[in-house]
C-alpha cells in the first residue's frame, strides 16, 4: 500500500500504525512510502481491539507462601542473603508496608522491616506456576504474548467465551489462577496495550481495572508521564523541568517539540500521550537478546569514570535476566557505547555466564574506539537463537 504525504508527519505515523493494524500490512512503516492519505473510513476507525494485560502479585513470593503457610500474613521477601550482598527480587504485600521493594539491597530491607522472612528463590516451581498459568490463557487465545514468567498480553477481542466480554474472561482467568496455581493475578483491560499493562497496575494485589474505548482518553490526560513506556527516570526529570508532569500537560507540545527534545522517542510519546498504541500482541515473539542501558545525566569523562556505572548495569542485567529465566540461553555478552558526539560502538564476545570482567574488558576495547566522554553504557546478552524460542516456550 502506498499512500501519499500525509498532512503532516505524525498524522502519517498514526495513520501508518492503523494501516498496519487493519490490514497486518508493513512492519517496517519507514520503508513505506506517502502518497495523500484519504483513507476509508474504516481505516481510521477500526474495530476497538480487547487486550487484557495479566501480571501474579507478587510472584515469587506468593508461590513460596502458598506452598508454606505458615508464612501467610507474615512479611516475606525471595533474593539473595543479606550477608552475601543479596538483592530483593520480590517480596509480598506486608513486606511492603514496610517500604521494601524488588532490586533493593537484602540488607537495606532488613533494616527497613526488621521481621522480613528472606527466601532463596527456587525457579523451577516459578516456572511450573508459568506453565500452568499460560496454559489457562490459551483456553482463552492464541494471541498471548508473554512479557516474564508472571506477565503476558492477551488479545481477545475474537475470543466467545463470556460473551465476548473481556472483564468476564479476566475475572474468569483470575479466579482460575486462584484455584489451580494458589496465586492471585491482577489484570488491566483496555483498547491496547499500552492502557491495558497500566490498568493492570490500577487495583493490585487481586483485583483488576478495565478502561473502555470511550475512556482511554481520560485515563490517559490524567496519567504522570512517569508511567509512560519507555519513560524512565531521567526522562521523567527532564519533562517535569519541561513543565510536563501529567500526559495532559505533554498534549500541547507539537510533534515536532517532542522530536527536538527526545528524537525518535518523540513520536511515540506523541502517540501515547494520545492513548494510541497499535503495538499487536504478538504470540510467536522471539526474545533475542536481554539488555540494560542508561543515558547519564553528566558525561562519563574517562575509562575509570565508566567502571562503576558498568557495575550497576551487570547487576541490573543479572536480574532482568533472572527474571525471564534466561541464563541458560545465553551465547554471547554485549557491550553498547555511546559517546559525546554521539558516535555509537557495540563490542561482543561468545560467553554464557554474566561475569563483570569480561563486560570490563568489552568496555575497554569499546572506549578504545572513541577515546572521550560517554553518554550512555549498555550491557546484554544475546540468546541463541534456536533456544530463544524456547525461553518463551517455558510456559508451554
Ligand atoms: P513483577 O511482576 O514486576 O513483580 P511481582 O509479581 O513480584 O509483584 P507485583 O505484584 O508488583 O506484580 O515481577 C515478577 C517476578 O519477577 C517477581 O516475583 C520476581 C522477579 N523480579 C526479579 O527477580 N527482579 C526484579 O527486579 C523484579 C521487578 C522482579
Ligand atoms: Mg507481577
Given at each position: 500500500?502506498?499512500?501519499?504525504?500525509?498532512?503532516?508527519?505524525?498524522?502519517?505515523?498514526?495513520f501508518?500504525?492503523?494501516?498496519?493494524?487493519?490490514?497486518?500490512?508493513?512492519?517496517?512503516?519507514?520503508?513505506?512510502?506517502?502518497?495523500?492519505?484519504?483513507?476509508?473510513?474504516?481505516?481510521?476507525?477500526?474495530?476497538?481491539?480487547?487486550?487484557?494485560?495479566?501480571?501474579?502479585?507478587?510472584?515469587?513470593?506468593?508461590?513460596?507462601?502458598?506452598?508454606?503457610?505458615?508464612?501467610r500474613?507474615?512479611p516475606?521477601?525471595?533474593?539473595?542473603?543479606?550477608?552475601?550482598?543479596?538483592?530483593v527480587?520480590?517480596?509480598?504485600?506486608?513486606?511492603?508496608?514496610?517500604?521494601?521493594?524488588?532490586?533493593?539491597?537484602?540488607?537495606?530491607?532488613?533494616?527497613?522491616?526488621p521481621?522480613?522472612?528472606?527466601?532463596?528463590?527456587?525457579?523451577?516451581?516459578?516456572?511450573?506456576?508459568?506453565?500452568?498459568?499460560?496454559?489457562?490463557?490459551?483456553?482463552?487465545?492464541?494471541?498471548?504474548e508473554?512479557?516474564?514468567?508472571?506477565?503476558?498480553y492477551?488479545?481477545?477481542?475474537?475470543a466467545?467465551?463470556?460473551?465476548g466480554?473481556?472483564?468476564?474472561?479476566?475475572?474468569?482467568?483470575?479466579?482460575?489462577?486462584?484455584?489451580?496455581?494458589?496465586?492471585?493475578?491482577s489484570?488491566g483491560?483496555?483498547?491496547?496495550?499500552?492502557?491495558?499493562?497500566?490498568?493492570?497496575?490500577?487495583?493490585?494485589?487481586?483485583?483488576?481495572?478495565?478502561?473502555?474505548p470511550?475512556?482511554?482518553?481520560?485515563?490517559?490526560?490524567?496519567?504522570?508521564?512517569?508511567?509512560l513506556?519507555?519513560?524512565?527516570?531521567?526522562?521523567?526529570?527532564?519533562?517535569?523541568?519541561?513543565?510536563?508532569?501529567?500526559?495532559?500537560d505533554?498534549?500541547?507540545?507539537?510533534?515536532?517539540?517532542?522530536?527536538?527534545h527526545?528524537?525518535?522517542?518523540?513520536?511515540r510519546?506523541?502517540?501515547?500521550?494520545?492513548?494510541?498504541?497499535?503495538?499487536?500482541?504478538?504470540?510467536?515473539?522471539?526474545?533475542?537478546?536481554?539488555?540494560?542501558?542508561?543515558?547519564?545525566?553528566?558525561d562519563?569523562?574517562?575509562?575509570?569514570?565508566?567502571?562503576?556505572?558498568?557495575?550497576?548495569?551487570?547487576?541490573?542485567?543479572?536480574?532482568?535476566v533472572?527474571r525471564?529465566?534466561?541464563?541458560?540461553?545465553?551465547?554471547?555478552?554485549?557491550?553498547k557505547?555511546?559517546?559525546?558526539?554521539?558516535?555509537?560502538?557495540?563490542?561482543?564476545?561468545?560467553?554464557?555466564?554474566?561475569?563483570?570482567?569480561?563486560?570490563?574488558?568489552?568496555?575497554?576495547?569499546?572506549f578504545?574506539?572513541?577515546?572521550?566522554?560517554?553518554?550512555?553504557?549498555g550491557?546484554?546478552?544475546?540468546?541463541?537463537?534456536?533456544?530463544?524460542?524456547?525461553?518463551?516456550?517455558?510456559?508451554?
Amino acid at each position: 500500500m502506498v499512500c501519499r504525504t500525509p498532512p503532516n508527519r505524525h498524522s502519517g505515523s498514526i495513520f501508518f500504525a492503523l494501516q498496519k493494524a487493519v490490514t497486518g500490512g508493513p512492519r517496517r512503516f519507514c520503508s513505506v512510502k506517502y502518497e495523500r492519505v484519504h483513507p476509508p473510513l474504516s481505516f481510521v476507525t477500526p474495530r476497538p481491539r480487547k487486550i487484557i494485560h495479566c501480571d501474579c502479585d507478587c510472584f515469587y513470593a506468593a508461590v513460596e507462601t502458598r506452598d508454606d503457610p505458615s508464612l501467610r500474613g507474615k512479611p516475606v521477601a525471595v533474593g539473595g542473603r543479606a550477608d552475601q550482598r543479596g538483592v530483593v527480587a520480590t517480596c509480598n504485600y506486608e513486606a511492603r508496608h514496610f517500604g521494601v521493594r524488588s532490586a533493593m539491597a537484602t540488607a537495606q530491607a532488613v533494616q527497613r522491616c526488621p521481621d522480613l522472612i528472606v527466601l532463596p528463590p527456587t525457579m523451577e516451581k516459578y516456572r511450573v506456576a508459568s506453565r500452568q498459568i499460560l496454559a489457562i490463557y490459551r483456553d482463552y487465545t492464541d494471541l498471548v504474548e508473554p512479557l516474564s514468567l508472571d506477565e503476558a498480553y492477551l488479545d481477545v477481542s475474537d475470543a466467545r467465551h463470556c460473551h465476548g466480554s473481556a472483564t468476564l474472561m479476566a475475572r474468569e482467568i483470575r479466579a482460575r489462577i486462584a484455584a489451580d496455581v494458589g496465586i492471585t493475578a491482577s489484570a488491566g483491560i483496555a483498547p491496547n496495550k499500552f492502557v491495558a499493562k497500566i490498568a493492570s497496575d490500577w487495583n493490585k494485589p487481586d483485583g483488576q481495572h478495565v478502561v473502555l474505548p470511550e475512556q482511554v482518553d481520560a485515563f490517559v490526560a490524567a496519567l504522570q508521564v512517569k508511567k509512560l513506556f519507555g519513560v524512565g527516570a531521567v526522562t521523567a526529570a527532564k519533562l517535569n523541568r519541561l513543565g510536563a508532569s501529567t500526559c495532559a500537560d505533554l498534549r500541547s507540545w507539537s510533534l515536532l517539540e517532542l522530536q527536538q527534545h527526545f528524537g525518535k522517542f518523540g513520536t511515540r510519546l506523541f502517540e501515547l500521550v494520545r492513548g494510541i498504541d497499535l503495538r499487536e500482541v504478538c504470540s510467536d515473539r522471539e526474545r533475542k537478546s536481554i539488555s540494560v542501558e542508561e543515558t547519564y545525566n553528566q558525561d562519563l569523562p574517562d575509562l575509570a569514570a565508566c567502571a562503576a556505572p558498568m557495575r550497576t548495569l551487570v547487576e541490573q542485567l543479572v536480574l532482568r535476566v533472572q527474571r525471564n529465566d534466561a541464563a541458560r540461553f545465553i551465547c554471547k555478552l554485549t557491550v553498547k557505547i555511546r559517546f559525546a558526539d554521539f558516535r555509537q560502538t557495540s563490542v561482543e564476545c561468545l560467553g554464557t555466564g554474566i561475569e563483570l570482567q569480561t563486560f570490563r574488558h568489552l568496555l575497554e576495547t569499546g572506549f578504545a574506539r572513541g577515546m572521550q566522554p560517554v553518554r550512555l553504557l549498555g550491557a546484554g546478552v544475546r540468546l541463541e537463537e534456536e533456544e530463544s524460542e524456547q525461553q518463551l516456550g517455558l510456559f508451554e
